[in-house]
């Protein structure tokens, strides 16, 4: 055959082939959609440790999964991508308070893992505490510092509010509705329906309360079956998911730690919403500064280097203001990928996790897994690590003085000096009026 021919014939095939692939990419997303039916979802609710609540299938625990898998694919992408940086922090919280590990999908219902959310009554942070509940647990709450939006003191004083309702109540249920609208409600409820059971005092709930328990169960699904539904976790730069804290005994503004660190400075106050006026306020015991883990050594330099009592104006560093530079655009270079195998004998991820001391919510999101998936022996799983750290520019700004100031007799004569040698040139001679041509029969006066 002609080549000629065969090419045209292989152009026409081409949009033909491209539909099909398409074609089979959308039929299996439809088919895994077409999985969420309400007896799938019922057989892996029933999968989840029952002795911290009921996860009970009725119609609003199952409309809140669809909206998180069908109607609001980005968002719960989102929120995926996210809980690599911030469920490892809860979950160390939640073994110093001795709690279930599943209490830390509570934020997902609270604030979608945003720790700079604020609601309109005016909860604030990733576990959304009102500021008087949130300064009898024991945070600052003022105008320069507000440490509900710090994701480890907020969750601990989150689950110690979840554990005096706990206590109160003695059902993990009946506290998270007390989380959400308060005591008063549960014992306003307990008493109209006369039962202690949450699903049967439900109808006698604040509306937005009813809803409460249901979407906190649509939040453990999914955060451990997305993947069986095709719903990826969000792709997020590695220096927002890999992240560690040092103390600050201190003063000092967050644009001096995004010079020292060569962070873009939206990526610093990003991380540490609690300075809500762009420093940290030096108060006695010190501040947590959240960081990337990959230039952690050039902020502990630095804070070694130059001791608390040298003022921060008189520090001199590579370039004088974070807006002078755009700071590191693309941090992902700086890190590795790792393959991690299944041995014999880890039949769950977070086997694995402990195995390699690993954050288990980390390896879960970046191998695409979930916490309820059995694991084989042979089977990869994967986790980033830093690969080179940035350490602290030793440089200092070559300032050169500044040039020495005349005096005003120098300047006088230097401006006739001047005047002296150039003449200004002559101003233009007027030009004539322009001739304005008449018309013929203006001569005879008509």
């Not at 949009?15 to 039916?37: D, K």
């Not at 307990?190 to 039962?195: E, V």
């Amino acid at each position: 055959m002609n080549p000629y021919r065969a090419l045209f014939f292989c152009l026409l095939l081409l949009p033909g082939l491209a539909a099909a692939t398409s074609r089979s990419a959308a039929e299996q997303q439809a088919t895994a959609i077409m999985e969420l039916t309400r007896e799938e979802v019922e057989a892996r609710l029933a999968a989840f440790d029952q002795s911290l609540l009921d996860y009970r299938m009725d119609d609003a625990v199952y409309r809140r999964i669809v909206n998180y898998i069908q109607h609001w694919p980005i968002s719960s992408g989102r929120m995926l991508g996210r809980s690599a940086r911030f469920y490892p922090i809860f979950e160390e919280e939640i073994r110093a308070a001795g709690l279930p590990t599943d209490l830390k999908h509570l934020s997902i219902v609270e604030s979608a893992l945003r720790s700079w959310a604020v609601s309109p009554v005016g909860a604030a942070g990733l576990w959304q505490l009102m500021p008087e509940t949130a300064r009898e647990l024991g945070l600052i709450v003022t105008d320069e510092l507000d440490e509900r939006l710090d994701p480890s003191l907020g969750c601990a004083a989150g689950l110690d509010y979840l554990r005096i309702q706990h206590e109160r109540y003695g059902d993990w249920a009946l506290a998270l509705a007390a989380y959400n609208s308060g005591p008063g409600n549960v014992n306003r409820a307990i008493r109209r329906s006369g039962s202690r059971n949450y699903w049967k005092l439900r109808r006698f709930l604040p509306r937005e309360t009813r809803q409460y328990v249901p979407s906190f169960i649509a939040a453990v699904f999914l955060m451990n079956y997305h993947h069986h539904y095709g719903l990826p976790a969000t792709v997020l730069p590695l220096d927002q998911q890999l992240v560690e804290w040092v103390t600050v005994y201190r003063k000092m503004s967050l644009f001096q730690v995004a010079q020292v660190t060569g962070l873009r400075p939206e990526v610093v106050l990003e991380m540490n919403p609690q300075y809500t006026r762009g420093y940290l306020p030096g108060l006695r015991g010190g501040h947590s500064l959240m960081l990337p883990k990959r230039v952690m050594p050039a902020m502990k330099d630095y804070l070694q280097r130059f001791p608390r009592d040298v003022a921060e104006e008189t520090i001199h560093l590579p370039w004088t203001h974070p807006l002078a530079g755009r700071g590191e655009t693309n941090p992902d270079q700086y890190y590795a990928r790792y393959d991690v195998i299944v041995e014999a004998g880890d039949s769950t991820a977070r086997q694995v996790a402990t195995r390699f001391r690993l954050p288990v919510d980390q390896l879960l999101v970046w191998s695409n897994r979930g916490e309820q998936d059995s694991l084989r022996t042979g089977e990869v799983l994967h986790y980033y690590d830093v690969d080179a750290y940035r350490p602290l520019d030793p440089r200092v700004l070559d300032r050169k003085p500044a040039a020495p100031q005349l005096a005003a007799t120098t300047v006088q004569r230097l401006q006739k000096s001047m005047h002296r040698h150039f003449h200004p040139l002559p101003a233009p001679a007027p030009t004539a009026a322009p001739q304005v041509r008449r018309k013929w029969w203006e001569f005879l006066g008509l």
